[in-house]
C-alpha cells in the first residue's frame, strides 16, 4: 500500500466555515506551518473570487517558495481556471457537479453531455496553462456511481493527474465509503485517488480510515476541521491516527498545538478541550481509579504515549465545585499564568467575564465569551 498523503483545505475550506476569513498574513503563517506538519500539499483559495482573493492566494505560494505546492480551486470555468494560474498556484482543484440536483438548481438548461465538455474543456485549458490538475465531481457520494466513473474518465483522459471523491454533505458510512472507493480504484487503476470527506454524521475520520484501507492515496483535511457546517477531517486527530496505525512518524507536537490554537484563534472559535492529541485534556486522568493506575503503568489508560506528542499527561483535575448556571460560554480551568493572560482583556482571543479561585488546587475557574469582531485587536 502506498504511503497516504495529506492535502490540507484550512485556507479553502475553512474560508468557508462560520469564523470569518483568514488574513494575508494569517494564510501565510498557516501555510508554513502545515508545510511543517508532513502536508503534502496545501490547498488555498478560489483566486476567481477576486482580486483580493488571488493576492492572498499569490502571497501563499510566494511565502512557501516551492517547499509543498500550492492547489487553488475552481469551478469548471476557464476564468477560474485563468484566475488559479495568474496565482502562481502549481496545481488547480477543478470541481462540478454533475447529479440531479446540483443540474437542476445551478445549471439549469444543460445537458450532462454538456457538463461532460466543460470537463473536458477546463482540465485541458488548465493543462495548457501549465497546471497539475484535481478533478472532483461536486456532491460525489449523492451521485450516480456510473455517472462519476464517467466524469472521472473524461478528466483523466484531458490530462487530470488525479480524481476526488468529495462526500459533499457528509452522508457517507464506512462500509459505504469502502466499496464505491474500490470501484473508484478498479476504474481510475494506477492515478492518484483523493477523498474529501465532509463531518455532518459525525464520521469523516473513520471514513477515511475506510477510503485509505479501500484505496484511497490522499486525504483531504483541514486544521480543527474548519470548514462548512460541521466542517471536515481533523488535520492533527488524522496525523496522530497515522502514526497509531502505521507508526507514520509525527511533526513536533508543539507545532501542531501551535497550529491548532493559531487557527482556533483566527476563527473566532473557543479552544476545544477534548479535542484528540491538541486538547487540553486529550492527556488528562481524571477518576482516582485512572490517576493511580496511571501512575502505575500508563499504558493501563492511555492510547498512545503523550511523549510522541511532545506532551506530557496531565493528573487529577476534579473534584471542582459545579459551575453556576449564570456562568456563560465555556468556562475552563485554568492556572493562574494562564488567568494573567485572559485578564489582558480586549484583544485577546476572549473576553473574561468571570473569575473564580478553585480551592485547593492552585486553579481558576473561569467564564469568558467569544469577543465581538469590533473587540478583536491589532493582531488578530
Ligand atoms: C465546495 C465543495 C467542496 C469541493 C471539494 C473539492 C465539497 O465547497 O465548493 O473540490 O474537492 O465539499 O464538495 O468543498
Ligand atoms: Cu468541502
Redesign the pocket.
Known amino acids: 500500500q502506498r504511503q497516504v498523503k495529506i492535502i490540507d483545505a484550512t485556507l479553502r475550506?475553512g474560508m468557508?466555515s462560520a469564523g470569518g476569513t483568514f488574513s494575508v498574513e494569517q494564510s501565510i503563517e498557516v501555510a508554513l506551518q502545515l508545510a511543517g506538519c508532513g502536508v503534502a500539499t496545501v490547498e488555498c483559495g478560489h483566486p476567481g473570487i477576486g482580486s483580493e482573493e488571488l493576492y492572498r492566494v499569490s502571497a501563499v505560494v510566494d511565502a512557501l517558495e516551492g517547499r509543498i505546492p500550492v492547489l487553488g480551486?475552481a469551478r469548471a470555468l476557464e476564468a477560474d481556471v485563468d484566475a488559479v494560474a495568474k496565482s502562481g498556484a502549481e496545481w488547480v482543484?477543478i470541481?462540478l457537479g454533475v447529479n440531479p440536483l446540483s443540474m437542476a438548481s445551478r445549471m439549469p438548461g444543460c445537458s450532462r453531455d454538456d457538463l461532460f465538455r466543460r470537463i473536458e474543456e477546463s482540465v485541458s485549458c488548465a493543462r495548457e496553462r501549465g497546471l497539475a490538475v484535481?478533478f472532483?465531481v461536486?456532491?460525489?457520494s449523492r451521485t450516480d456511481l456510473e455517472v462519476m466513473l464517467e466524469a472521472n474518465a473524461i478528466a483523466l483522459a484531458a490530462g487530470a493527474a488525479r480524481v476526488?471523491l468529495?462526500?459533499?454533505v457528509g452522508i457517507l458510512e464506512p462500509t459505504r465509503i469502502a466499496e464505491v472507493v474500490q470501484s473508484l480504484r478498479a476504474a481510475v487503476g494506477q492515478a492518484d485517488l483523493?477523498v474529501?470527506l465532509?463531518d455532518d454524521r459525525g464520521l469523516a475520520m473513520a471514513n477515511a480510515l475506510a477510503a485509505m484501507d479501500a484505496g484511497a492515496n490522499w486525504i483531504?483535511t483541514s486544521v480543527n476541521g474548519l470548514?462548512?457546517r460541521a466542517g471536515?477531517v481533523d488535520l492533527t486527530t488524522l496525523l496522530a491516527n497515522l502514526a497509531y496505525r502505521d507508526g507514520r512518524e509525527l511533526p513536533a507536537g508543539e507545532t501542531m498545538r501551535d497550529l491548532s490554537r493559531r487557527v482556533g484563534a483566527y476563527s473566532r472559535s473557543a479552544p476545544d478541550d477534548r479535542r484528540p492529541v491538541v486538547g487540553a485534556n486529550a492527556f488528562r486522568h481524571v477518576a482516582k481509579l485512572h490517576v493511580t493506575a496511571v501512575g502505575r503503568d500508563p499504558e493501563t489508560y492511555e492510547w498512545i504515549d503523550p511523549a510522541r506528542f511532545g506532551v506530557e499527561r496531565v493528573l487529577g483535575g476534579n473534584p471542582l465545585p459545579p459551575v453556576p448556571n449564570e456562568w456563560i460560554v465555556n468556562p475552563p480551568i485554568i492556572s493562574a499564568e494562564e488567568l494573567r493572560y485572559h485578564r489582558a482583556g480586549p484583544g485577546d482571543r476572549f473576553v473574561l467575564v468571570d473569575e473564580r479561585f478553585v480551592p485547593g488546587s492552585g486553579q481558576y475557574c473561569i467564564a469568558r465569551r467569544i469577543p465581538r469582531l469590533d473587540e478583536y485587536g491589532a493582531g488578530h
Open positions: 475550506e468557508q480551486h482543484g470541481f484535481r472532483t461536486e456532491d460525489g476526488c468529495s462526500d459533499t483523493e474529501h465532509h483531504s470548514g462548512e471536515i
